[in-house]
């Protein structure tokens, strides 16, 4: 049985990058996808994915503000931020930072080395 994720990015050609990306991998199924971090949080309750991908950056609820809820609810689920500022991210994981990993958007294939690692088959 295939591991889920979901994605949440404001930008839908990321969304789609993603899910192309993790198409080309069989143990693998984007179950969502959200352009918000609300909704990420909404529909992460619905699905009950494996593993959440938050964009740093998103209206409504940025990723990090997403990531802490989703931890306080979901303790388990490995949550990665994905982010075009990498170096910001790599700071911040020396602050009280609830994600598991950071990855570039700048490095989409090392992003599927991350979840490979976090949700193994």
């Known amino acids: ?21 993790f ?9 969502a996808e959200a352009t918000n971090g609300q909704e990420a949080i909404e529909l992460a309750l619905k699905h009950r994915p494996d593993l959440i ?6 209206p409504v609820l940025n990723g990090l503000d997403a990531s802490r809820e989703l931890k306080r609810i979901m303790p388990e689920v490995p949550i990665i931020l994905f982010s075009q500022y990498a170096d910001l991210g ?5 602050t009280e930072l609830l994600v598991d990993r950071i990855a570039s958007k700048n490095n989409a294939q090392e992003l599927v080395g991350h979840v490979k690692s976090l949700i193994p088959v």
Do not use: F, G, P
């Open 1 to 21: 049985m295939a591991r889920t994720i979901l994605v949440a990015d404001d930008s839908q050609l990321i969304r789609k990058m993603l899910c192309e990306l």
């Open 23 to 31: 198409q080309n991998e069989e143990d693998y199924d984007i179950c």
């Open 53 to 58: 991908i938050l964009d740093l950056s998103m």
């Open 90 to 94: 790599n700071a911040l994981l020396n």
